[in-house]
């Protein structure tokens, strides 16, 4: 098997390059900025065509990744056209050209495709996105079910990782609660997956030829604040610097969904795989 992973150079998409490098996996990485890694394909989705970069994979079994994409909600709204330009005109591109020269293709979705009325949702569930980012994936999911349904969609939750990194949330709360407080939405329900088991999954649906839309989440459900809580208390960090406040009062740009909480059964059902824990992931937080 061969990989291509576009983004390598992002928050998951490094993870999942230098776990298939460190494993000896045949792979191949493109980057926005060559600094990443002299070893990567320099690719910028908003002008560069993706077809060159396919040739560079010639074997029969391979998969690509598509890892690129501007998750940042109100820059979604601000940069309205700017994202909607990586998130849903060069997705349709980059899947025709990648499921024509005969790629498994594995995108990655949100849980923002739900209102955050409910939580607990199913891949059966109705989508019903109330920001401009869970719209544009709203979009893409749907044209992948009904253009290239061999593609597979994991639906990502809040993306946990063990080491101390700028986009990881347990590196938000420990930067935070040095400065002495940390405010939560008061009503957010989410669920956690870790980069280790989004990595592990990539690998299972690369080799089963999975297709179709998964909630990849470890099945754990927190409250912002009650993770918080967890991850201070094993930082041996006093918890009462952890406050709730109205979702209003955060002066987002664009709406913010409050339970978005996922149902992993399908995936877990299919695969029988066991995800990380919470407590797994802080235990080895705080060693590394």
Known sequence: MQYLVFGAGGYIGHFLYDCMKAEGLDVIGTAHRCSYGQDMVRFDALSDSAFHITKLIEGKEKTAIICI???NIDKCLVEYELSKKINVVFIKEVTEILTQEGFQVIYFSTDNVFDGRKGNYSEQSKTCAINNYGKMKEEIEHFLLDKYPDVCTFRLPKVLGTQRERQNILTDFEN???DGEICCIKGNIMSIISKKDIYRACLIASA????GIYNL??????SRKGLAVKFLSKLGVCPEKVIEMELKEFNFKDARPLNISLDNSKFRCETGYEFETVDMLIKQYNKE
């Not at 089963?208 to 297709?211: A, I, L, Q, V």
């Not at 989440?217 to 927190?222: D, H, I, K, Q, T």
């Open 176 to 178: 935070r609660a040095e």
């Open 217 to 222: 989440s470890s099945g754990e459900v927190y």
């Open 69 to 71: 994409g501007q998750a």
């Open 208 to 211: 089963r030829r999975m297709y």
